[in-house]
């Protein structure tokens, strides 16, 4: 019974996967006391807030699912430890569950923004990328110079680079200036 139910959950990220839908895999890790589900069961959170399996019901599944869609929104993974009766607080009744993001989106991060830089960027895009510009000089760092780019980051500072996105992606440094 649980390696059909685990096929089927297989076969929904693999159709995600092919469709380019973002989702998230929450999976139970830890159970203590009596829960409604447990360690291994797994549940699909699609980026648009459908599911696929379960965690345990109710308001806990709630609770997953939202964290789930953070997950999803933030491309971060998260463990989280729900308590499964809210009206008590002495409940001993809990579990942990790991939250997987799974993104299709692939980046591409192009440090410079000059002519290799817009070819490098142009050629990403014709893959199906997310085009990531990083440069100093703004009059090259824009949409108008580079139409194809998705985000424009001004500057090499961590200040400017330090919330990028590195979850599938790929980095090309064609600037003049790679210290």
């Known amino acids: 019974w649980l390696a059909g139910e685990l096929m089927s959950l297989y076969e929904n990220l693999y159709v995600a996967e092919s469709k380019g839908i973002d989702c998230a895999v929450c999976t139970i890790i830890d159970a203590i006391g009596t829960t409604p589900r447990a360690v291994g069961s797994k549940m699909i959170i699609y980026e648009n807030g459908d599911q696929y399996g379960s965690v345990g019901g109710g308001s806990v599944e709630h609770e997953v699912k939202e964290m789930a869609l953070t997950s999803i929104r933030t491309r971060k993974f998260f463990k989280k430890i729900v308590n499964i009766d809210k009206q008590s607080k002495d409940s001993n009744n809990s579990i942990e569950v790991f939250i997987e993001p799974i993104s299709m989106?692939?980046?591409l991060v192009v440090f410079g923004s000059g002519h290799?830089?817009?070819?490098?960027?142009?050629?990403?895009?014709?893959?199906?990328?997310?085009?990531?510009?990083?440069?100093d000089r703004p009059e090259l760092c824009n949409e108008k110079n580079i139409p194809?780019?998705?985000?424009?980051i001004i500057g090499?500072?961590?200040?400017?680079?330090?919330h990028l996105d590195m979850i599938n992606s790929y980095c090309i440094l064609t600037t003049r200036n790679s210290e």
Do not use: Y
């Not at 290799?116 to 440069?135: P, S, T």
């Not at 194809?148 to 424009?152: K, L």
């Open 105 to 107: 989106r692939v980046n």
């Open 148 to 152: 194809c780019g998705d985000e424009f």
């Open 116 to 135: 290799i830089g817009k070819q490098v960027a142009f050629f990403g895009k014709q893959l199906g990328w997310h085009i990531i510009i990083v440069d």
């Open 156 to 162: 090499f500072s961590g200040e400017s680079i330090d």
